[in-house]
């Protein structure tokens, strides 16, 4: 099996090691004919903005859109989570759309712009997890076929719908391999 990164912008470097350390091999995404024979994409943190247009720019927009309508198994972190979403509060900017939920950039606001902080994710087993938070969005609503796995400060920061997974924070910059091999484990 091998697990693509998208690798446009941000912190794909990161996610490789994390896949590496969960014992599966991976490949970086920056062309279309790099998705041929992918079992799941990992779109990293980065600037959503930026992201979105080099997916565009790079003709990888539909085609990833089309294969995650399609089944293919998709975990976006923080910029990532942004490009997931349907719903991105007073933004037009492109996106894949394929998650029903409605997100909030930069959420946390200005004094707080990064921070870690344990928290409870109970699909994870008892230990908290220690979430990286870098100018981070969060969930403002998910729909009915959404299942919510964290929350911070009363905030959605984790969900699940089917076999997409999003995160607000980072969890490819602690060596927690949890979310990893969650995705993994329940997305394929
Ligand atoms: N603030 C960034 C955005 O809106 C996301 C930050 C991140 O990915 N660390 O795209």
């Known amino acids: 099996m091998i697990v693509g990164v998208l690798a446009l912008q941000g912190a794909f470097r990161e996610h490789q ?8 091999d991976s490949v970086l995404i920056k062309k279309p004919e790099q998705l041929e024979g992918i079992s ?3 779109i990293p943190g980065g600037e959503s903005t930026t992201i979105g247009k080099l997916l565009n720019e790079f003709s990888l927009l539909e085609p990833v859109k089309k294969m995650g309508e399609e089944g293919l198994p998709i975990f976006g972190t923080c ?8 719903n991105i509060a007073g933004s037009e900017q492109p996106r894949l759309g394929l998650m029903d939920i409605t997100v909030e950039r930069n959420a946390f606001g200005r004094q707080v712009d990064s921070f ?12 908290p997890f220690r979430a990286v938070f870098i100018r ?4 403002l609503g998910v729909g009915s076929g959404v299942e919510v796995l964290a929350s911070f400060d009363g905030k959605i920061v984790f969900a699940r719908q089917g076999r997409f997974l999003a995160a607000s924070f980072h969890p490819e910059l602690t060596g927690d391999l949890r979310v990893h091999r969650y995705f993994l484990d329940k997305c394929f």
């Not at 870690?116 to 994710?121: G, H, K």
């Not at 981070?136 to 969930?139: F, L």
């Open 17 to 24: 090691r994390a896949l590496a350390g969960c014992g599966v």
């Open 40 to 42: 799941g994409l990992i």
């Open 79 to 86: 910029a990532g989570l942004i490009l997931l979403a349907r």
């Open 116 to 127: 870690e902080v344990d928290t409870d994710i109970p699909a994870l087993g008892p230990e």
């Open 136 to 139: 981070a969005p969060y969930i």
